[in-house]
Structure formats: C-alpha cells, structure tokens
C-alpha cells in the first residue's frame, strides 16, 4: 500500500467540531477551495489503494491534523444475517491516517471492517440529514453494464476490487466536503466499529425520511417550484440516460475488440506448429507467432484500464439520482409551502365569513348549520376564536417555512454550484484520460506490429 | 505478322467492343516499346501496326478496370504488367500477359452463368497473333484444369476458386462473390503462365485463343467420359498400394502436406474469424462516436472534448474499415489459395502413387509370372522410366512450389503486419492531436482562472 506524500498545498484547516449544519463562513470559504484540489488523486489514475487527504474533525481544537482515509482491503467473511442464516459477504478494511502537520509523517488512527450496508446505511442517514447537498453515491451494488469477460458475479475479484476503489472513492467524497466531512456520524463510521448501527439507528433519521409517496404526490402537485431546479431535474435525466447509453456501447466496443484480439492469439500456436515441418521459414514463424501472443495478451490490460474509466462515469450516472433527490426535496418543501399558504387562505376565508355571516364558501358547518339551525352567536364567537388562534399559527408557519424553504434553495443551490465545478473537472479529466489509454493502446500495437512485420520479411 | 482480333459474343455492357468491328490491332508495338522493356522481349518477333483507336479503346478499358484493389503482385492490365517486370527478379523472362475482367451475366432459358473476359497479349511465335480476346465461364476453367492434370499428373497445378461457397452466400451470384472469384481465376491463369512446364500446354493456348465454337469442338476431343471413369476406378484401387512403397523423400513431402494443409486450414478459418471480429468492432464504433456527440447538447464546459472525442472515435473507425479491406486484398485470397493448392497436393501425391502402383503390379506380375514374360518385361521398362519421370517432375515441381509458397506467405503476411502499423499509427495521430488541443486549451483556462496558483 503506497501512500501519496502529503502534498502541503492540499492540506486544509479542519474545524472544531460542531453540532449538524452549523459552519463557520470564514474556514468555509477555505475549506471549499482544497476540497476541489483533494478530489486530483482518486480512481481514474489507475493506481491501486489510492490515497487522498480528507477533513476530518477531531475533538483537539489544537492540534490541526489532516487525515488520510483508504480502503485498503477486502475480504470474503461468513456470518449470520437478521434471520439467523448462513451468508456469505464481503467486508472491507477502512484505514485512517493521521499526519503530522510540521513533519508530515502519518501514524495509524483507526481501522476497522465495514461492509457494503453498512455503506449504505451511512449514505441514507446523509440523505436524510443534508438534503440540501448533492450526496455522493455508493458504487453499483450490482454489476451493470458487463460485457463478456467481466462476472456479473459480486463474489468476482475484479468486481470486489473496482468495488473497494468505489467504495474509498465514496469516503474521500464525503471527506471532502466541505459541510459533510463534519458530520458526526461519519467520523464515527471511520472510527467506531462497534455499535455505530446502533448509534446511527438512534438518531431516528428514518423516521424523519420524507415518504416515498409524500414526494411523489408532491413532484406532481407543486405549482410553483423554483425554475432552476425543474431544469436541473430535466438535465439529470439527460445525463443519466446519454450516460448509460455509453456506457452500454462501451461494452460492446469492449467486446468486440477483445474479440479481435484474442483472435491473433491463434495464430501463435499454429505458427508455432507449422515452424516444425519449415527449413527457412521455421524462425520467422515462430518469432511471429510469439508477438501475436503478446498482441493477444496485451487488451486485458488495456480493457482493466478501460473499466476504471467506465467507473468514473458510472459515478456520475449516480449522481444523477442524487441531483434529483435535492430537486425532490425542494419540490416536497415548495409543495408543503403552497399547501400551508393555501390552508391558511381559506381559514382566513372561513373566518371572515363568520365574522360577516355570508356564506361565500362551501363549509360543513355551514351546511349542518342548515340542516340542524343557526348556532347561537356564542358558539360562533368561540368558533372565530379558535380560527384566529389557528391563523395566527398559520401564518407563524407559513413565515417560518418561507424562510426555510429560501435557506433551503440557497444552500441547495451553492452546493449544485459546487458539484457542478467538480463534475466538469472529473469529467473532463476522466475523457482525457480516455483519450491517453487510447494512445497507449496505439503505441503498443505498432510497437508489437513492427516486430512481428520484422519477423515475417525475415521468413 | 497479321494480327486477327476474335469477335467476342455479344455482350450486355455499353463499351464499344475493342476490334470487334475487324479493326486491324496491334498495339502492342507502342505499348512495349514505350515502357523500354524491347530488351526483354525478342524484336523482331514484333511487327505490329501502330493503331491509336486501340490504345485509347484499351486504356479506356484499363480505366475502367478496379485497379486500386490489387496487390503490386498481380497487375490488372497487361501494361502494368510489362511496367512489373522492370521491378521483379523474375528469371523467367515473361512473355504471355493474361487478365482476366468483366465479369458478365448471361441468360439462357435453361440457365444462367457468368462469363469472365480473358485478354491474352503475348510475343511467342506459336500463338498466331499478339493478342487476343475470349469470354471463358468457370466451367471452361474446369476443363482446363482437368486437361492440365491429365497431361501432368504429378506436376503441381494451380488451383481453381471453388465451385460454390456455401457458408454464408445468399445467391450464387452477389458481387463480392464474382470479384473475389475472378481475382482467383486471374491468379489461376497467371500461375500457369507462369509455370516453365504448364505454361507450354497446348490445352492452355487453346483455352486462351479459341472462338467459344472451336473450344466446344476442341473439348469433345480426348478420352470419352466412360473410359475417364474407368480410369479413375482403377486410379484409386492403385493409390492404396502405392502408399506403401513411397519412396523416403515422398514420405517426407507427404507429412510436410499433411501438416501444412492442416495449419493453413486453420490459419485460414483464425483470418476469417479476425475480419469478421474487425467488422463487428467497426460497426459498434460507428454507433459509439455519436453518442458523445449527443452528451454534448446538454454540457456547455465539455462540448470540445465530447465532440473532440467523437471525431477521433470516428476517424478510428474509418481506419478500422480500410484495416479491414487490406485484409480482404493482401492476406485471405492469399491464405486460402493455399488452402486450395494443399488440396491439390494431396492429389499430386496419390497420382504419383498410381503411377508407381502401376509398376509394382506388373513388377509382382512378373515375380509370380503370371502372364507373358517379355510383353511384361517390356512393360516394366516403360513403367520405370514413367515412374522416374514422374518422380522428377514433382520433386522439381515441388521445389519450385515450397520457394514460391515461401514467397507468397512472407509477403502476405508482411503486408497484414504493415496494414496494422498504418491503422495504429493512423489512430495514434488522431489521438494525439485531439489530446494536444485539450492540454493547450486547459493551460490557457488555467492561466486565466489562476494567475497566482502555482
């Protein structure tokens, strides 16, 4: 496991630890700037147990340490699930590094074992806590988009292995983050093994998750959601589907080139066969039918490359469905807003009919009134009563939503800013290096195409 | 010398026949002696007339011929032939041009077959003229062949194109089809001209020269089609006995058969397998490239780079096609014509075979003296010198194959090799340079956005 020298100009000022949602603006501001800088060294360089720097909060408000997370490990465990049976599972090792700020040497924090729901289990906690902020997403839980050679298998070690450089991937995200890296229940997920499910599970975050259905109802019945979110919806299922469609095609690209070159390969062994019953030619044969070996062997590489390429886009295919969660938030907080405002509207209705005696609206009381008498004027009265007390409440309400559903789109709104430097960043670096596996790929085959040309003009 | 221009039958094709209106020809004088290659061929066997209308009608011919899809090794035209020579080593000096072109269908009401057009240019004082127009159909071809066997049962004849392919077709008559067939049958011709043995071969001259009529009178001459029969029943009787007394060196040659048929036959199978795998990955490139493209509508900071990258896949993809045609040209007729001459090598090694079969009978004959002693003896004489005959012409034959077969393989296989070179270093170009816009657009975004960064 290599360690990445802490590079000091990424090195960021952590902040004291704070109860959720509370910032200091001024390290705000500094912090944001690193966390772009801290994202260079992730997945997509090809380099196995990639280190990154992420912020972390520690109790010393002192000694200002910068923490290096990784996933370095993963192993196959069995155990026994909720229902008491026999499962197998993966588990993976999550490493903290603590370094020194004057000497730059890092010491072994904290390590412990965390497996893929437990992974999850944090991300939905962050949903639900941050709702204003884009969440990073968790690699595919299954594999997707597999072409012939990748198993579909979850057990499959290449599969474990991308999972894991995912999985780290997810952690440096959040670390980086400029709000999320102060979150509590994170930090106890890097350093609590035991009972952190219990502690998770005591915050109640599940029960303050929105109902599927209250969202649903609500995308559907808003009347007037902020225009830039309904664009931002529209842009993320752009995004979602272009990116699957490539990602798609991309596989069967994969395909066929491995196809085509494996293919070479058979003219290794039948040259070699052939150079037995050949005087003059046999040499030639057989030296050319070593380099369509090496042609043959050399697109697994080439593909394995491939497919840390395709994670990277995959990793933004998720975070389409993350765009769309602060979008439906917005849109639950936008609706419940126009249903308090509409609530109170007509309370104030109700109430003024009362106090003028006409009957504008259609009311159950009204019509029981009808039916079964007028009401005595002090009935009325402690009816006008409890009206103006809920208006009152109402419009407490309404004023106190209106501000947070304005704190909610401002904040929203400057992580999207945020998220939308670092996608046009990641994105453009991942096509680069698309492009530079490219060339690799073209300097290998002229280089092995050259050799076996020599081979042949000398049969 | 006079020379007489056949009429060819009647053609469905618009271009005005060359001499068939009975225009003297002769344009080999101007041809020839204006490439500098007189030295070559023997002057005063040329006394041609100098006519312009047949230059002009035969270059226009060349024009319209698909010259861009033959190898530097087979010529398309005569002319470029006689410019070939200047080029090779050829040790034989070559004096009999052959093309074969325009492929034409032709309808009758029992059936329907193409006919190939066979211009013959040639200086050898025993063809009657310089040059010479034909219509052949593969069944003719066939003919040849057999009449070739026939007369040379252990030489080692050309092979045909197969009769039918039946993988794959869809009508016998597609237009891949056709061209890939008269490349062979173009291939086949030349290799007999230029065989030191075969290319002598009455039949062949025949074959060449004769009006459609004269051919047909010419083939009902020779065994009759029962004795033929006959022949081949007692051919195969013999074969057996043959195999066992098979001299050192024809054992030998006959395992290097064996296994060279079995290796070319999978070499074959492997490059057909490689184009069809190359097909396939152009096809999903071509749909790959767009995609890109289509990102681009929803992305304002990545519109270069997504079309960038759309370009550099499309133009790989465009290299993968033309990665694809050098195949198609240089390496598979290549392959599978050997996979044809290793079928025939198996049967120049049974034909031999019953030759020497033929002697060991009568040799046996005569150890039990079965039948008349003298008679026998007389036979046995004749026998051996026909055994030692033919056993010299095979194993001279057949050095002279294994030499060219060297040649041949080499090249073809050079020339795949150097068609990958190209595709890659093609693809590497466009790679690079998209790169190189990327990397001088970031530094100039950079140096904007960050002045103080470092």
């Known amino acids: 496991m290599e360690q990445a020298p802490p590079d000091l100009e990424r090195q960021w000022q952590p902040a004291p630890l704070e109860p959720l949602g509370h910032t200091d603006a001024g390290l705000q501001a500094a912090v944001g700037e690193e966390a772009e800088g801290s994202r260079d060294e992730v997945p997509g360089d090809g380099t196995e147990h990639a280190l990154g720097l992420g912020v972390l909060m520690t109790e010393n408000n002192f000694g200002l340490k910068k923490i290096e997370i990784s996933v370095s490990e993963a192993e196959k465990r069995t155990g026994r699930n909720a229902m008491n049976m026999q499962e197998t599972y993966t588990a993976y ?367 | 010398m006079e020379g007489e221009r056949l009429a060819s039958p009647a053609r469905s094709s618009g271009l005005p026949a060359g001499g068939a209106g009975g225009e003297s020809p002769g344009v080999d004088a101007p041809l020839l002696g204006s490439s500098g290659s007189s030295t070559l061929l023997q002057a005063e066997v040329l006394d041609l007339d100098e006519d312009e209308d047949d230059l002009e009608v035969f270059s226009k011919d060349a024009s319209l011929m698909d010259m861009n899809s033959f190898s530097p090794m087979m010529p398309t035209s005569p002319l470029s032939m006689i410019n070939q020579i200047k080029f090779e080593d050829e040790p034989d000096l070559k004096d009999l041009f052959i093309t074969v072109d325009e492929p034409e269908s032709h309808v009758t009401t029992i059936e329907t077959f193409i006919t190939y057009r066979i211009i013959t240019k040639t200086s050898r004082g025993e063809f009657d003229s310089s040059e010479f127009e034909v219509r052949r159909r593969y069944q003719d071809f066939l003919w040849l062949k057999g009449k070739l066997e026939e007369a040379h049962p252990t030489l080692i004849i050309p092979p045909l194109p197969e009769k039918f392919i039946v993988k794959g077709m869809v009508e016998r008559f597609n237009d891949d089809f056709i061209e890939t067939r008269r490349k062979a049958l173009h291939k086949f011709l030349n290799r007999i001209a230029d065989h030191p043995t075969l290319t002598f071969n009455e039949d062949f001259k025949v074959f060449l020269t004769a009006q459609a009529w004269e051919l047909s009178s010419h083939k009902k001459q020779g065994p009759g089609l029962l004795s033929r029969m006959g022949q081949t029943v007692r051919a195969v009787a013999l074969s057996m006995r043959g195999v066992k007394s098979r001299p050192e060196e024809f054992m030998e040659m006959n395992n290097f058969i064996e296994v060279f048929s079995q290796k070319i036959n999978l070499i074959d199978k492997i490059s057909q397998r490689i184009y069809k795998e190359e097909r396939e990955y152009s096809d999903e490139m071509r749909e790959y490239g767009p995609i890109h493209i289509l990102w681009s509508a929803s992305e304002e900071d990545l519109v270069d780079t997504l079309k960038g990258i759309a370009s550099c896949i499309d133009k790989c993809s465009k290299a993968t096609e033309k990665r694809m045609s050098g195949l198609s040209e240089a390496l598979l007729p290549v392959v599978h014509e050997y996979v044809l001459y290793s079928e025939m090598l198996m049967g120049v090694m049974k034909r031999r075979d019953q030759i020497q079969a033929e002697l060991d009978s009568k040799v046996e004959a005569l150890t039990y003296k079965k039948a008349d002693t003298d008679l026998l003896t007389e036979e046995i004489g004749k026998l051996e010198d026909k055994v030692e005959c033919a056993n010299n012409a095979l194993k001279a034959d057949w050095e002279r194959w294994r030499h060219n077969m060297q040649n041949d393989i080499k090249s073809a296989f050079t020339d795949m090799a150097e068609e990958n070179i190209q595709y890659y270093e093609q693809c590497l170009a466009t790679w690079e340079s998209f790169l190189a816009s990327q990397t001088d657009l970031h530094l100039e975004e950079t140096s904007e956005d960050k002045p103080e960064s470092h």
């Open chain 1, 93 to 459: 090792l999550i490493e903290t590094r603590s370094v020194e700020h004057t000497d730059g040497q890092s010491v072994l924090t904290d390590s412990l074992w965390r497996r893929y729901s437990e992974f999850e289990l944090l991300r939905n906690y962050l949903l639900v806590y941050y709702p204003h902020i884009v969440v990073p997403p968790l690699p595919e839980k299954r594999a997707e988009f597999v072409w012939h050679k990748l198993s579909a298998d979850n057990m499959d070690p290449d599969f474990v292995e991308r999972r894991r450089i995912g999985l780290e991937n997810f952690l440096l995200r959040v670390a980086s983050h400029p709000i999320l890296c102060r979150d509590k229940i994170f930090y106890l997920f890097l350093t609590q093994e035991g009972n952190w499910k219990e502690t998770v599970n005591e915050t109640g975050f599940q029960l303050k998750a929105d109902s599927r259905l209250k969202a649903l109802n609500a995308t559907f019945r808003v009347k007037n959601p902020d225009k830039r979110f309904t664009e931002l919806k529209h842009y993320s299922d752009e995004l979602q589907s272009v990116i699957s469609h490539l990602l798609r095609v991309r596989a069967r690209v994969a395909d066929r080139l491995y196809g085509v070159y494996k293919v070479h390969g058979n003219y290794g062994r039948v040259f070699s066969e052939w150079s037995a019953i050949e005087k003059e030619m046999g040499d030639g044969l057989q030296s050319a039918g070593h380099h369509m070996d090496v042609y043959a062997s050399s697109i697994d590489d080439i593909l394995e490359d491939e497919e840390h390429y395709a994670d990277q886009l995959k990793e933004y295919l998720f975070y389409a469905e993350a765009l769309r969660a602060v979008c439906r938030k917005h849109e639950l907080m936008q609706y419940d807003l126009e249903m308090a405002a509409q609530d109170l509207a007509s309370k104030k209705q109700q109430c003024e009919e009362l106090a003028t005696g006409t009957v504008r609206t259609f009311s159950l009381k009204g019509m029981t009134t009808k039916l079964f008498g007028q009401e005595t004027p002090e009935q009325r009265e402690a009816r006008i009563k409890v009206l103006e007390e809920q208006i009152n409440e109402g419009e407490q309400q309404l004023k106190s939503k209106n501000l947070e559903g304005r704190e909610f789109v401002k904040n929203a709104w400057a992580d999207i800013e945020r998220f939308k430097e670092q996608k046009n960043h990641d994105l453009k670096e991942a096509l680069i290096s698309y492009a530079v596996m490219q060339i690799s790929m073209c300097k290998k085959g002229i280089q092995v195409w050259t050799n076996a040309k020599e081979c042949f003009s000398k049969m």
